[in-house]
């Protein structure tokens, strides 16, 4: 059960290996968590989180294969999850794909490959995910979208639109889930430095997977609905939201 | 029909299907009818944290068992439903020369309520917790209804007092009233300048009067004013109350309005009230006659006041430890203090003897009740430390009251909790009895 702090006992990650999921965890193994599921596609780098995760005090880590573009394979997935957790306090969706603007736009195939992964797969698992969540009648659900999903850019529009869909599915996921026990918390992290955007030029608010981790914590001590990470990005965001577009076109270059 | 579901505090809302059992032939069989996720009584709602919530399984309202009856009315000993409201008892009791010798902070809770938490009050050292005072209960289990009292089923009684609603549905109850001659009490009242003074001046209180309680300003270093009772007589009451002593007195009535902002009150208006509220107690010890129920439950002049903690709700941290570890209470107000989460409310009382219930919360000493609002940054890695500190000096906290406590320390909190856990196997060994609270301190399976 999660305590009065938001404190969960087990969890539930797609995207095991996601760094901000790993800083996560992490934080709430310090507090109450004490079985984990980590699903993912990559068995060894799974297996190396279930490693240090059960050197920083959790009792038991399990992994699971999952492909996000199987979505065939989902529903079965997320049950026998929930099944061998008894109750998922908190469930966290961290998968997702970056993929090169200039890359996806020369292969259609690829983009159309990212926005699946992105979105596709997370209505997917989301879907199943809450028809257990509203069974057991309680539980987070932590989708980790992004400031992308805020406003289209030319630089990642790609990504920022499977982002959108994803980030208004979940939106949607929590109004539906009203009452249910169930919730859902949007997390908007802007540019994050992590093994997916290494090599990049950071971005104005450039945060850490421990910031965004902390911010998340924070979320569920408050009963948040949207987590910005930083912060401050709920302000910048609502200013740029509403620039009129050549001003927000300019900037975007630069 | 499902419904969210929260305790007093407000946080950690789950959802169950509630059932509202009217007979306790409908109370056995929504036990019987094999709902995977279990089932668990709830009554006014007044537990603080998830001690009455049931996420995704069934949640017996017992709010349509009431009924108040004499048992032997010479004897002083009340026949009452579970569901019934300890007001309620007392509208019947007062009245005729009688009342329930133990009440707790609210009469807004159920007999079943203050069974599955073994309440006490501002008087425990002179009349221990509510099972003092229990001669028998009729409880439901999956298998039919029970009989339990200190005689019949020792074990199954005891388990139940302070069990947290575990180990049976409360269907009724004999409960033994005391004879009062005036519905008052005499209260003397005093300022004490620091902690030191507070916890001298209750010890001295406690000695003294039925009735002892001290209120703690918790964001001045723990300076405060301490409180003692004792039953007025109708030659203390001025001449205008001396015609109907027993005659309830309905004191003002305040609601918080539901418009309220979703954050809690900001420090500096709890600091002007608690300034107020220690600038108007006298110096020097007064006595006053006030209404028995004003003295016994001042919260419960504001309705809803639970609200006034905004959206994200607080918890309130109760824990009780031994005479000798009295500095504890310094230290706890101090650590919460450095991490920018003082109390909103401190309350300190001096328990007596503990009674035979593996479970129940009062041991001989101090205890020491916290409002602190939920979503403080720090709290939880703050209570997390108190509750170490509170388990190793011989403490525990109060789960009836609980919604966070690290459920690794319940073991050393309650020694007896094997024995209990026995005695839960043994009456309901298909666990359908389960509560949020039960899952979460891995008190059920």
């Known amino acids: ?254 | 029909m499902r419904e969210l579901l929260t305790g007093w505090g407000r946080t950690a809302p789950t959802a169950a299907d509630v059932i509202r059992p009217a007979t306790a032939e409908e109370v056995v069989a929504a036990l019987a009818d094999g709902e995977p996720r279990g089932a668990i009584a709830r009554g006014l709602g007044r537990a603080y944290g998830d001690a009455a919530q049931n996420a995704g399984g069934h949640v017996l309202s017992t709010l349509a068992l009431g009924g108040v009856e004499w048992a032997d009315e010479q004897a002083g000993l009340v026949r009452v439903s579970g569901g019934t409201s300890l007001d309620s008892i007392q509208r019947f009791l007062v009245p005729q020369g009688w009342a329930l010798p133990v009440l707790p902070g609210t009469r807004h809770v159920t007999v079943g309520g203050a069974v599955a938490a073994d309440v006490h009050g501002k008087n425990h050292r002179v009349d221990g917790s509510f099972a003092r005072h229990l001669a028998q209960l009729t409880l439901a289990l999956p298998d039919g209804v029970h009989r339990a009292s200190p005689a019949e089923d020792p074990d199954l009684f005891w388990a139940t007092v302070g069990g947290l609603g575990l180990t049976g549905v409360v269907l009724d109850a004999v409960l033994a009233a005391r004879p009062i001659q005036t519905a008052f009490v005499r209260v003397a009242t005093r300022r004490a300048v620091d902690l030191d003074a507070v916890l001298a001046g209750l010890e001295e209180a406690a000695g003294r009067h039925r009735y002892a309680v001290a209120w703690i300003d918790g964001m001045a270093r723990g300076r405060g004013v301490v409180a003692g009772g004792d039953d007025a007589l109708t030659a203390d009451l001025p001449a205008a109350a001396r015609r109907a002593p027993l005659a309830r007195v309905e004191g003002r009535h305040l609601a918080v309005p539901s418009w309220l902002p979703g954050a809690p009150m900001p420090p500096v208006a709890v600091a002007a009230l608690n300034e107020l509220r220690w600038r108007r107690a006298p110096s020097a010890e007064t006595t006053t006659v006030e209404p028995l129920e004003r003295f016994l439950f001042p919260l419960d002049a504001v309705d809803g006041w639970n609200r006034l903690y905004g959206r994200s709700g607080f918890v309130q941290y109760q824990f009780a430890v031994p005479a000798h570890a009295a500095d504890l209470i310094g230290t706890a107000l101090d650590r919460l203090a450095r991490a920018g989460c003082a109390p909103l409310l401190a309350v300190l009382k001096r328990f007596g003897a503990a009674d035979a219930a593996p479970l129940s919360f009062p041991i001989p000493g101090w205890t020491l009740a916290l409002d602190l609002p939920a979503a403080l940054p720090g709290l939880a890695v703050a209570l997390d430390g108190l509750d170490e500190l509170v388990a190793a000096a011989g403490g525990r906290v109060y789960l009836a009251k609980d919604a966070r406590l690290r459920p690794d320390l319940v073991e050393a909190m309650y020694p007896a909790l094997d024995a209990w856990r026995a005695v839960k196997a043994r009456v309901d060994p298909a666990g359908v009895l389960t509560s949020d609270l039960g899952r979460r301190l891995g008190l059920v399976g």
């Open chain 1, 1 to 254: 059960m999660n305590d009065a702090q938001g404190s969960p006992q087990t969890v539930l990650v797609f995207g095991g290996t996601s760094e901000i999921a790993q800083a996560l965890l992490r934080r709430l193994a310090a507090r109450r968590a004490h079985t984990v599921v980590l699903a993912g596609r990559d068995p060894v780098a799974l297996e190396a989180v279930a490693t240090r995760l059960r050197v920083v005090g959790v009792t038991a880590v399990h992994t699971v294969a999952f492909e996000a573009t199987d979505t065939d394979s989902h529903g079965r997935l997320v049950d026998d999850a929930f099944d061998r957790l008894g109750d998922v306090d908190l469930t966290l969706i961290a998968f997702g794909a970056l993929g090169d603007q200039a890359a996806l736009e020369a292969d259609p195939a690829a983009a159309a490959l990212l926005a699946r992964v992105n979105y596709v797969a997370a209505v997917s698992v989301g879907l199943a995910v809450a028809a257990r969540l509203r069974v057991q009648g309680h539980g987070n659900l932590v989708a980790l979208s992004s400031v992308a999903a805020e406003r289209p850019r030319r630089s990642n529009f790609v990504y920022g639109s499977s982002k959108a869909g994803m980030d208004a599915f979940f939106r949607g996921l929590g109004d539906a889930l009203r009452g249910s026990g169930a919730r859902v918390i949007v997390v908007r992290p802007g540019f994050v430095h992590t093994r997916m955007t290494a090599g990049m030029t950071p971005q104005p608010f450039a945060t850490t997977p421990d910031a965004v981790a902390d911010t998340i914590v924070r979320g569920l001590e408050t009963g948040a609905e949207t987590v910005w990470a930083p912060p401050i990005l709920r302000w910048v965001m609502t200013v740029l939201r509403h620039l009129p577009a050549p001003i927000f076109r300019r900037l975007d270059r630069t």
